[in-house]
């Protein structure tokens, strides 16, 4: 999957407090959404930055990837 599939099907995030924000993506034509702590993530995916090889997430389709299978995991979705 590329970066911009899952831009597109990123719904985006929410602060839900004290670091965990909530997160959703389109999973079959379907929203589905998820309680994640990973700001890592979520700091990378609003960058608009170029890439930054000291980063844990070196980019943001890294960075999306991670909490779209984060997603489908808490929805046991295959």
């Known amino acids: ?3 911009q599939e899952l831009k597109e099907r990123y719904l985006g995030s929410s602060f839900k407090g004290r670091g965990h924000f ?3 993506f389109i999973f079959r034509n379907k929203k589905y959404y998820s309680i994640t702590t990973n700001t890592l993530a979520i700091d990378r995916i609003d960058d ?3 890439q930054l090889t000291e980063d844990y997430y070196t980019t943001q389709k890294q960075a999306l990837l991670s909490l ?7 929805n046991d979705l295959h």
């Open 1 to 3: 999957m590329t970066t």
């Open 68 to 74: 779209y299978n984060e997603v489908k995991r808490a």
């Open 48 to 50: 608009e930055l170029p």
């Open 22 to 24: 909530r997160v959703g």
